[in-house]
């Protein structure tokens, strides 16, 4: 598999990047793309580690070098792969930025991870393009303890704006918990409180967008009851591609509203037989028995490589 090893020739020579932000095991994504890149673009591609990179202004332009400080040529695109918990606005979102700025086309544009990050973000330009999403209440300044007083939906669902894989989510059954719990929350960001759909409990619909069309759909449960149905919280999951043609459908517009190139869509089922969006996913993953995912990945890196 290509990968820079802070020299600029493997990456200089590359019309591609799978660039890998701090946290990520390369491995996890290598099986799915790497042959297949190697198939694809033979000696023109390269895996490049967010900690490899320097970012410059040299002589009134944007400059790109590797940590012995040779120039570096940017790539005609490039698929970026982020920790969601870890992505900095002045480090992950600036190099990706820098590398927009120098013409790479990015797989997932830079604004558009950005928005990712923030789930209460995503909210907003869902809700403002008019896609069906759960009632939910943020705050910015407000003390929790007065958020938590405040008229939360009961029960709800309650999320950091920041998280994933299920991760620092949890049902509140009513206000009066919240009221003795707030201060147990971390609140280095802020949470969301989200209406529960009752009807979704344990299940989500999980749909993989990749340049504007649904490759891939499966019905994720919760294994032990739980609300949650994220597989890392022990959830299975059951290909169902075409089953649902609404929620997929549904599924590439959130995802053209976020102006996402791949993105992973987690839909809730509705008590009409409707779906809503729960999240939108950019860091998204897949297994190999979702087997259109991959090609429909480096068909799209092919499209910004060719320019078409």
């Known amino acids: 598999m290509p990968e820079t090893t802070g020299a600029a020739g493997a990456a200089s020579a590359a019309d591609l990047w799978l660039v890998l932000g701090a946290g990520l095991d390369g491995r996890l994504i290598s ?174 619909l999980r749909v993989v967008v990749v340049a504007g069309r649904a490759v891939a759909a499966q019905i994720r449960s919760s294994g032990d009851g739980d609300f949650r149905s994220n597989l890392a919280q022990g959830g299975t999951a059951e290909l169902c591609s075409g089953r649902h043609p609404d929620g997929e459908a549904l599924a590439v517009r959130a995802a053209g509203v976020l102006g996402l190139g791949a993105a992973g869509v987690d839909l809730l089922f509705e008590s009409d037989g409707g779906f809503s969006v729960c999240e939108v996913n950019a860091n998204v993953s897949w297994r190999g028995h979702m087997t259109d995912v991959t090609p429909a990945i480096v068909a799209a890196c092919r499209r910004h490589v060719d320019g078409t």
Not at 64 to 84: C, F, M, N, Q, V
Not at 139 to 144: D, S
Request: contains cysteine.
């Open 31 to 204: 099986d799915h793309l790497s042959d297949a890149f190697d198939r694809e673009f033979p000696g023109r591609w390269a895996q490049v580690r967010t900690t490899e990179l320097l970012l410059g202004v040299h002589g009134g332009r944007p400059t790109l070098h590797d940590l012995t400080g040779r120039e570096i040529a940017t790539p005609k695109a490039a698929y970026a792969r982020l920790s969601t918990p870890r992505v900095s606005v002045d480090r992950e979102i600036t190099l990706l930025r820098h590398l927009e700025a120098m013409g790479t086309v990015l797989l997932n544009p830079a604004d558009a991870l950005l928005t990712c990050l923030n789930k209460f973000w995503q909210l907003q330009q869902l809700a403002a393009a008019g896609l069906p999403v759960p009632d939910t209440l943020s705050y910015a300044e407000a003390p929790l303890a007065e958020v938590t007083r405040a008229a939360l939906p009961e029960p709800c669902v309650v999320k950091a704006v920041r998280g994933q894989r299920g991760q620092r989510v949890f049902l509140a059954p009513d206000a009066a918990l919240l009221r003795s719990i707030h201060g147990c929350l971390d609140q280095q960001t802020p949470y969301l409180f989200q209406h529960y759909v009752e009807h979704s409990h344990g299940r989500d």
